[in-house]
């Protein structure tokens, strides 16, 4: 049984090797890869030659003019990966704090938020922090919680938070949602409508994965009714366009600035409304500054 010392000594002989499988992995070419980093070919093939010494398996095997990871140097690129995450969010964080100002954030959101919330959210945190850097990341909740998980970003605003052990949030608005319908149907004239006067409606929807479509499944359920999906689209813009054509009906927010044409926004009874929460890793350190950005967040909630 190998003990973890010697797993910490084979761990260091074998990392500058590992470094290359992390850039072979992508190039498939040893001459490219080489270049990559730095270093001339013969060294390359050296540091495989004796990685596969090293762990008594190849790490490479040829294909057609250039090569490939086997399984396991696959398994060695992925911890490496990992490795190098944590490295790069090592270095960043001495870095901020030595200037903190000059942070960098990866700020993950879903599509609908992009319209108004997230840059009024940035102006106004930029305002006081002007050298903040940001990344933003936009996707399906499903994406976006799964892209945080694995520290590809920093924090993100997602609805409905997430209902998971490894990620802390907190609620940062309630946005009410209407039912959308095209121009002339039935219930455009309507005051109010109750979700069981759909139950006969075609449904554009998001597709599964996005915490929109996820609300509109649960809140049709608790009204008796499976919705009948005409439509589903990746896009809240899509799905407005859909709906103005005729196409169906759908729950989504108040479109801002103003109802686009084509459309009627018509209230739901009762009232439904979607949390929109800050949501970062509960077990992960967060930058000086994206700790700013989080606490500039939480004392925003309105």
Same mark, same amino acid.
Request: include cysteine.
């Given at each position: 049984?190998?003990?973890?010392?010697?797993?910490?000594? !084979?761990?260091?002989?074998?990392?500058?090797?590992?470094?290359?499988?992390?850039?072979?992995?992508?190039?498939?070419?040893?001459?490219?890869?080489?270049?990559?980093?730095? =270093?001339?070919?013969?060294?390359?093939?050296?540091?495989?030659?004796?990685?596969?010494?090293?762990?008594?398996?190849?790490?490479?095997?040829?294909?057609?003019?250039?090569?490939?990871?086997?399984?396991?140097? @696959?398994?060695?690129?992925?911890?490496?990966?990992?490795?190098?995450?944590?490295? %790069?969010?090592?270095?960043?964080?001495?870095?901020?704090?030595?200037?903190?100002?000059? @942070?960098?954030?990866?700020?993950?959101?879903? /599509?609908?938020?992009?319209?108004?919330?997230?840059?009024? +959210?940035?102006?106004?945190?930029?305002?006081? /922090?002007?050298?903040?850097?940001?990344?933003?990341? $936009?996707?399906?909740? $499903?994406? =976006?919680?799964?892209?945080?998980?694995?520290?590809? =970003?920093?924090?993100?605003? !997602?609805?409905?938070?997430?209902?998971?052990?490894?990620?802390?949030?907190?609620?940062?608005?309630?946005?009410?949602?209407? !039912?959308?319908?095209?121009?002339?149907?039935?219930?455009?004239?309507?005051? /109010?409508? /109750?979700?069981?006067?759909?139950?006969?409606?075609?449904?554009?929807?998001?597709?599964?994965?996005?915490?929109?479509?996820?609300?509109?499944?649960?809140?049709?359920?608790?009204?008796?009714?499976?919705?009948?999906?005409?439509?589903?689209? $990746?896009?809240?813009?899509?799905?407005?366009? +859909?709906?103005?054509?005729?196409?169906?009906?759908? +729950?989504?927010?108040?479109? %801002?600035?103003?109802?686009?044409?084509?459309?009627?926004? !018509?209230?739901?009874?009762?009232?439904?409304?979607?949390?929109?929460?800050?949501?970062?890793?509960? @077990?992960?350190?967060?930058?000086?500054?994206?700790?700013?950005?989080?606490?500039?967040?939480?004392?925003?909630?309105?």
């Amino acid at each position: 049984m190998v003990d973890d010392s010697e797993n910490v000594r !084979v761990a260091a002989d074998l990392a500058p090797a590992v470094a290359l499988l992390r850039v072979l992995k992508v190039t498939g070419n040893l001459t490219r890869a080489a270049a990559e980093l730095g =270093i001339p070919q013969p060294t390359a093939s050296r540091r495989l030659a004796a990685l596969t010494d090293l762990l008594g398996t190849p790490v490479t095997t040829p294909d057609g003019r250039g090569i490939r990871l086997t399984r396991a140097g @696959g398994l060695l690129a992925e911890a490496a990966d990992r490795a190098g995450a944590e490295l %790069e969010h090592g270095v960043r964080r001495v870095r901020e704090e030595v200037d903190p100002e000059r @942070g960098h954030i990866a700020l993950g959101f879903l /599509h609908l938020l992009g319209r108004s919330l997230v840059p009024n +959210l940035l102006r106004d945190f930029r305002a006081d /922090h002007p050298r903040a850097r940001f990344t933003l990341v $936009q996707g399906s909740l $499903q994406d =976006i919680t799964d892209r945080l998980v694995h520290g590809e =970003i920093d924090l993100c605003l !997602v609805a409905p938070p997430p209902d998971t052990p490894d990620l802390d949030s907190f609620p940062l608005t309630e946005q009410e949602l209407f !039912v959308a319908v095209p121009e002339g149907h039935p219930l455009a004239g309507a005051d /109010h409508v /109750h979700l069981p006067d759909l139950a006969a409606e075609p449904f554009v929807m998001l597709e599964h994965g996005y915490g929109l479509r996820q609300i509109t499944d649960e809140l049709c359920a608790r009204a008796g009714f499976r919705p009948e999906v005409a439509f589903e689209g $990746q896009e809240s813009d899509t799905v407005r366009g +859909l709906v103005a054509s005729g196409l169906g009906v759908s +729950l989504l927010p108040k479109f %801002e600035p103003g109802t686009p044409t084509g459309i009627v926004e !018509v209230p739901l009874r009762p009232r439904a409304r979607r949390t929109v929460a800050l949501t970062w890793p509960s @077990g992960r350190p967060l930058s000086p500054a994206v700790a700013a950005f989080r606490d500039f967040v939480h004392a925003s909630r309105g």
